[in-house]
């Protein structure tokens, strides 16, 4: 018997002691610790229950658990620095929960105590690590080449599902609801597009050269190459390394820069071990508010100075549009040679646009993460493809990549698209194929672009549909052109316009064949009989549109020219950014009073017109590394980082179907956009030309002038059209951005985010004694610059409600004739401007 109660005292202690045990670790708290914008983790965050000395730190993964006897408060806090303290309510009878802390970054400026000593020891790692820049920068290395990953997605924020499902307009379509990503119940949200992009890379840095092959890429909604080639990852690289890191069109200031102390306050945050090595963290937000920088923290290798981890956010007072946040994330990785080489980066940003609903907006958050593969550095695979012929762009879209199956994606991409992600592309496709969805959205594309398809053909724009002027009186014009339904590779365009004042038709027909799109080639003929219109650039705003019936400047006259012209052109364009143009022009001029008309300028004794002209024109171009937005037919340049250059030679040829001019011309131009961070952006034109020989001044070089209060970036604003006439000239034209300038320091106005600038105009010319005594003395009062330069100085602001710019411009030289009206010294103009 005293066997069995032993063995019987033994269970119950057991028990009992289990018991206790089990009671001692009842109850468990667990998360992970994420930045709310960018949904990184945040590791190393500090975890408290509020009022108690529990604590802990999350991992190297941004997770913690909590086991616990009892939970000593019903409240758990998390702290990072540089971010704003978040709690938590816990609930205190759950034995298991999960509280996931997302923190916000704060824009408090960082508070740098000072020791005894006087010594900041942030800003001598900083030295260290800007010590180290050369060797830690990966663009320091001969060649390297990597797999490279894309993915952008666009959703649509703070829906409110019921409402949409009864909205007349959008409840057609509310099967898109079913994609409502509600898993935050605060903030749902749709994803509207997704794009994705594989390519392998290539770089060698002695001479620079890149390429990138694009293996494979699909968009929901878009089938255009040149939008694919601005999805690979040539145009979306962000170097910590760099002085200033682009973000849009904007460049800011990188924590690292050379001379970041001037802009930045540093601290130490935290030290950690990660696999036997040691990191520092090191924090970092603006000296100023307003400039172009970041707030945010890196991770820094202690031995190397290397970065390994950045987070970058832009601050609210950030002089950016239709932005409220943009997070950048950058994760570098040690290959097995010990460089420090990039492996992912994030880039999120939350978007707004004007809602139709007065006061409200449309709310996005675009994501782009891309990650980096298979690196290998300085090796003959990275440069063997510089010579390969197979690839003679920068940039080469292979024919099979937007052809991709979805069992190659799968094979392929680097993480799983997803639930919400996969169904994008389907809720596209079938959107696209729903008529009410077609008619909603090329209602939207008429209203943005002016252009209306039906079917095979286009009608458009409709801004040119009516207009005024003096000659015609009211103007009515119609406008139509082909589709890619008609052809993919031939254009046909034309337009009829009458005038109900002097009861003539003028009209233009043309066409252009599109020989080959890359590099372009193409064919183009047209024959068009109306007035000049005063535009020789497609942004340019001309007098035969409905916007400029009430912008005119008073008391200048309208200067009419009844031009009849055929046209014939050949352009060929070289990987190199080399083209060339050939045209062949035949021109008949018959301008309207009070220009000199025909009267002054009789046929000679060979009935040979001296207002006709029989034209030959070579232009060559030269623009390196130029990009384009390619639409059905036409495209738009984009610039590049170089110098363009353009010259063109031209000879007319007299007696041909009764032409009577006979001449020479040469002019050339050079022009680039420079970005000078951080003072903004410099845009410079210089240009000159000069013409051989004696003829009327429709042949001369009229010096482009700007009759409307629309200000006009290619023309002499304060300058009149027909008013300066040359044969040999020289000028140029600058345009400076500053951004904030003056404005960031004045307290009220730098909230309104203006921005300023400054232009200069000028130019010099002259006139040879025999084109004087043909066109001086006619009874029209053309002027010469000869001795006498045109200059014009301007400044102003812009980003007035996000679109306005407004310019001040005093013309300096030469001064006005004595009777003029003094708005020829002094003019406001404005235009419109849309940028980020």
């Not at 119609?478 to 339904?485: C, F, K």
Request: glycine residues 6%.
């Amino acid at each position: 018997m005293i066997g069995w109660k032993r063995i019987l005292a033994i269970i119950i202690g057991v028990s009992v002691w289990c018991s206790g045990l089990m009671a001692q670790q009842q109850y468990k708290v667990g998360g992970v610790v994420r930045d709310a914008h960018s949904q990184e983790i945040i590791p190393f965050a500090t975890l408290q229950f509020v009022h108690t000395q529990t604590g802990m730190v999350s991992n190297a993964d941004g997770k913690y658990l909590f086991e616990l006897n009892v939970i000593p408060s019903d409240s758990l806090l998390v702290r990072v620095m540089g971010y704003n303290i978040l709690k938590m309510p816990v609930n205190r009878m759950l034995k298991e929960q999960t509280i996931n802390f997302e923190v916000t970054r704060s824009d408090v400026s960082l508070k740098i105590y000072e020791i005894k000593a006087n010594v900041n020891f942030a800003l001598i790692l900083l030295k260290q690590i800007i010590k180290h820049k050369p060797e830690n920068n990966y663009n320091r290395l001969d060649n390297y080449k990597y797999e490279v990953y894309n993915k952008l997605e666009l959703d649509m924020m703070n829906l409110n599902k019921e409402k949409l499902g009864k909205n007349r307009f959008t409840k057609p379509f509310a099967f898109i609801l079913d994609n409502i990503d509600s898993t935050s119940e605060d903030k749902p949200f749709l994803p509207i597009f997704l794009t994705e992009s594989l390519s392998d890379y290539y770089f060698q840095s002695s001479p620079r050269k890149t390429k990138e092959i694009i293996k494979a890429a699909r968009t929901s909604g878009i089938d255009n190459e040149s939008v694919t080639k601005f999805l690979g990852g040539m145009y979306q690289n962000v170097n910590i390394y760099d002085n200033f890191i682009p973000v849009f069109d904007k460049q800011f200031v990188s924590p690292i820069h050379h001379n970041g102390a001037f802009y930045y306050d540093y601290s130490i945050a935290d030290t950690q071990y990660i696999n036997g090595q040691r990191f520092i963290k090191l924090n970092f937000t603006p000296k100023r508010k307003g400039e172009n920088t970041f707030v945010g923290d890196l991770w820094v290798h202690d031995t190397t100075y290397a970065v390994q981890k950045t987070t970058l956010s832009v601050p609210k007072d950030a002089n950016i549009n239709f932005v409220r946040k943009i997070s950048l994330i950058q994760e570098f990785r040690q290959l097995p040679d010990s460089t420090w080489f990039i492996y992912k980066d994030k880039f999120i940003a939350d978007f707004w646009a004007p809602s139709p609903k007065p006061g409200k907006t449309l709310d996005f958050i675009g994501r782009k993460t891309t990650t980096y593969n298979d690196v290998i550095i300085n090796d003959t695979a990275a440069t063997n493809i510089f010579g390969d012929k197979r690839y003679p762009e920068n940039i080469v879209v292979l024919d099979s990549a937007r052809r991709r199956k979805e069992a190659f994606w799968t094979d392929n991409r680097p993480e799983d698209l997803s639930k919400n992600e996969e169904g994008i592309y389907k809720m596209v496709d079938t959107l696209q194929k729903m008529p009410l969805f077609k008619t909603y959205s090329n209602t939207i594309r008429f209203l943005a672009t002016g252009y209306k398809p039906i079917g095979p053909i286009e009608w458009g724009p409709y801004y040119y549909l009516f207009s005024q002027n003096r000659l015609e009186g009211f103007r009515l014009r119609l406008d139509l052109g082909t589709t890619p339904q008609f052809n993919k590779n031939l254009y046909l365009y034309g337009y009829l316009a009458y005038g109900f004042g002097d009861h003539v038709y003028k009209g233009k027909m043309s066409a252009l064949w599109l020989l080959k799109r890359h590099p372009r080639m193409y064919l183009y003929g047209s024959f068009t009989k109306d007035l000049d219109n005063g535009t020789h650039y497609y942004d340019e705003v001309g007098t035969d549109n409905i916007f400029t019936l009430a912008i005119r400047k008073k008391g200048v006259p309208q200067k009419f020219l009844m031009v009849d012209e055929k046209r014939l052109e050949f352009f060929k364009e070289y990987y190199s950014g080399f083209s060339h143009q050939l045209s062949i022009a035949y021109k008949e001029d018959r301008p309207y009073a009070p220009l000199p008309t025909v009267a002054y300028y009789p046929k000679d004794v060979d009935n040979r017109d001296p207002l006709t002209s029989m034209e030959v024109e070579l232009k060559l171009r030269y623009a390196f590394q130029e990009q384009f937005l390619e639409g059905n037919y036409y495209r738009v340049s984009l610039g590049s980082k170089y110098p363009i250059t353009e010259l063109k030679m031209a000879i007319g040829i007299p007696g041909i179907i009764n032409s009577g001019q006979q001449y020479k011309k040469v002019s050339l131009s050079v022009s680039d956009y420079v970005k000078v961070p951080p003072f903004g952006s410099f845009y410079y034109n210089v240009f000159g030309g000069k013409i051989f020989g004696t003829l009327p001044y429709t042949s001369l070089e009229v010096h482009p002038g700007n009759e409307i209060y629309y200000y006009n970036k290619y023309a002499f604003n304060m300058m009149n059209r027909f008013e300066f006439i040359s044969d040999q000239y020289i000028g140029f034209n600058v345009e400076h951005t500053i951004g904030n300038g003056i404005f960031g320091y004045i307290p009220l106005i730098k909230k309104l985010k203006w921005r300023q600038f400054w232009t200069a105009k000028g130019v010099i010319g002259s006139l040879s004694e025999s084109n004087k005594a043909l066109n001086l003395n006619n009874g029209y009062p053309f002027k010469t610059l000869q001795g006498n330069p045109y200059l014009e100085l301007g400044t102003g602001i812009e980003n007035i409600f996000k679109f306005l710019r407004v310019d001040f411009i005093w013309r300096v030289t030469p001064d006005v004739t004595p009777g003029e009206p003094a708005n020829k010294r002094f003019g406001i103009f404005g235009s419109f401007k849309l940028q980020f």
